[in-house]
């Protein structure tokens, strides 16, 4: 293992490279040496030394602090342990200046160098797992991995392309479970900000109070319970993307909130006389059509305009049947694995029944559809009996007498009982809704249903 | 190839190489045998540091040494060290013929308490194997009761055994059953 992590010792003096070199080996690991500046740049281009041992005082050529730098420039990863046989105050202070990690003292105690040496592997360590668990995260929201043949969605995946890179604000707009959010991350992790934080805020689960704390943060004392100063998402997105979900649902004071920092990038923590300032990408989801609630008065015409600086329209999922069999074979191979059930595939008598569905939820309804048929299917293959029951539902739902009652009403009366039918669960209920919970909770509020 | 020298440098406690020789013949399937004793060479000593310079020591050990030697080891009652560390208990050519021991902070006295020559006897036995240990190929071991552990002090020499955990010695015994070395 530590013959991966080489190290390079930098010395005009030949028994300083020899004895160290030597000592440093018998510890496994891999060491060159070098007696001057150049000879550390033509070895440090040819190998990824982790660390770099570097004599400060080097006679005629390049000195210490000038090896460093120009070993930084070419492994800028590398970390670089300044060397000195007089300890000076201001070249300590010079040599951390110009980005030396460590500064010793020769001859140092053999435990202390140790110790040194494995405190700065145990750092790189964890920076690589952590290079490779985010390189692993980014590939999960790949733009290949939105499953899609249909040329609109194609279109759209291409404009998440275009604008990853910008800080242009993004509205994404469907209907709920149409991949609002897997669309948000596509454009964060294709941009220059993939790096950096992707904050998710589900703005219809929160009340205005909650929310506004959420979002800003608070300072202490700023309210009852306040006992310490909290960054709101906006601070912890920094540099990164913030994405509000179900935007359509936030009040008026928020509105006017969210607008200033939109325009100035900068707001106050709840309580907060200072102003904190921010570089973040908004992108904001929602499910309602916000133009038409402009004109109803309910949304801020002037906040409109800024989220929809791109807009993009996710198109349901009975208007893109043609991923249907590609989207229900993902989630066969993808939910039979993480399950342990071994069904290998879904014939295509059940595709049929799956494509003549109107997935009133979209993609998630269809993902719920398809765990549930291999939670339940008892050989190796989805067949239509056991979509039997969808087909049930849908022929139920053709032949269903509409009662003469206004269209919240109508919405009301299938919330209630989709309630009662999961005995109260929340969550249960918003999956047979084909909703997700926020926007379950955002309409209990509105019809007031007390559950 | 002509098995294991033993050399003293300077004057060293008069049973220390047979301490050392009865390790050796425990650990190593190669004939051990005495070199007459050498002076310490003046270029090795430090004045400022007074201290020395186990590089000039290993210098003169494979000057010195028969070109027939397998191994040679140097014994030393004083203190050794390099450039960069403040001190040594020894020093290894890794995967090479050469390996110094120094004596001298494995005495009691060295830290102020009475002498143990028990003591002292199983340390020596220690290092001797931790060096010749680094000779064969052995880098340190995690194993802290190994004797190829790193011991940056006393107190680590002493929580090791006068052996190597099973994961060295296989490494060892594979070394002598298919490598190059000739008994």
């Known amino acids: 293992m530590k013959k991966n992590w080489p190290i390079l010792v930098v010395d005009d003096e030949d028994v300083m490279c020899e004895s160290m070199g030597a000592w440093l080996r018998e510890d496994g690991y891999h060491v060159d040496t070098a007696s001057n500046g150049q000879k550390a740049l033509e070895l440090a281009k040819a190998m990824d030394y982790a660390i770099c041992f570097v004599d400060l005082k080097m006679p005629g050529g390049m000195d210490g602090i000038e090896t460093m730098m120009e070993i930084h420039r070419i492994r800028p990863e590398a970390s670089i342990i300044i060397i000195t046989a007089y300890a000076t105050v201001d070249t300590a202070i010079q040599a951390m200046k110009e980005g030396a990690q460590e500064y010793i003292v020769k001859p140092c105690n053999p435990q202390e160098i140790s110790m040194l040496v494995s405190r700065i592997l145990k750092l790189k360590k964890l920076q690589s797992e952590n290079a490779i668990l985010r390189k692993k995260l980014n590939r999960q929201y790949r733009h290949s991995d939105v499953i899609t043949k249909n040329p609109r969605m194609g279109e759209i995946l291409a404009l998440t392309q275009d604008v990853a890179s910008l800080r242009s604000t993004v509205l994404i707009r469907g209907e709920s479970g149409t991949g609002k959010e897997l669309v948000a991350r596509a454009v964060h992790f294709s941009g220059n900000r993939a790096e950096k934080p992707f904050i998710v805020v589900s703005c219809a689960a929160l009340t205005e109070t909650l929310l506004e704390s959420e979002l800003f943060g608070y300072e202490k004392g700023a309210f009852t319970g306040a006992n310490a100063q909290v960054k709101g998402k906006f601070e912890l997105a920094n540099g990164g993307t913030l994405f509000l979900d179900e935007i359509g649902d936030i009040s008026p004071k928020l509105q006017a909130d969210l607008l200033r920092v939109l325009q100035e990038r900068r707001f106050y923590r709840v309580g907060g006389t200072q102003e904190v300032e921010v570089d973040v990408r908004i992108i904001a989801a929602t499910n309602k059509d916000l133009a038409e609630e402009v004109h109803d008065g309910r949304f801020r015409e002037d906040l409109y305009y800024r989220l929809n600086v791109i807009e993009i329209r996710l198109p349901a999922l009975r208007e893109r049947r043609e991923d249907i069999p590609l989207l229900a074979e993902h989630f066969v191979q993808h939910i039979s694995s993480a399950l342990g059930r071994d069904v290998s595939g879904i014939s295509a008598a059940a595709l049929k029944v799956l494509i003549a569905y109107d997935w009133p939820g979209n993609v998630r309804e269809l993902e719920n559809v398809i765990e549930r048929a291999i939670v339940t299917c008892r050989n190796g293959m989805l067949d239509e009996p056991d979509f039997s029951w969808l087909q049930k539902n849908a022929v139920s739902s053709q032949n269903w007498e509409v009662p003469d009652v206004p269209l919240g009403e109508l919405e009301r009366r299938a919330i209630v009982a989709a309630l009662e039918r999961k005995h109260g669960n929340v969550k249960e209920a918003s999956t047979a809704l084909g909703i997700d919970r926020s926007t379950l909770y955002d309409k209990l509020k509105r019809y007031e249903i007390v559950h | ?183």
Request: charged share 20%.
């Open chain 2, 1 to 183: 190839m002509n098995g294991l020298c033993l050399v003293a440098i300077g004057s060293v406690p008069a049973n220390a190489l047979d301490w050392i020789e009865d390790t050796t013949a425990e650990w190593f399937p190669l004939p051990t045998r005495r070199l007459p004793p050498l002076s310490i060479p003046p270029s090795a000593y430090d004045a400022k540091r007074r201290q020395y310079q186990s590089v000039e020591m290993m210098k003169m050990l494979a000057q010195q040494a028969p070109r027939d030697a397998s191994r040679v080891l140097g014994v030393t009652d004083v203190d050794l060290a390099i450039p960069m560390l403040s001190f040594l208990f020894g020093q290894a050519q890794f995967d090479g013929p050469i390996a110094v021991v120094s004596l001298c902070r494995l005495h009691q006295e060295f830290y102020g308490l009475p002498p143990q020559e028990n003591l002292l006897r199983e340390r020596t036995a220690k290092e001797v194997l931790h060096e010749l240990g680094h000779t064969f190929g052995l880098v340190h071991c995690s194993d802290s009761t190994c004797a190829m552990s790193l011991a940056t002090h006393i107190e680590l020499v002493d929580a090791k055994a006068e052996q190597y955990c099973a994961r060295c010695g296989t490494q060892l015994v594979h070394r002598f059953t298919t490598r190059e070395e000739t008994l």
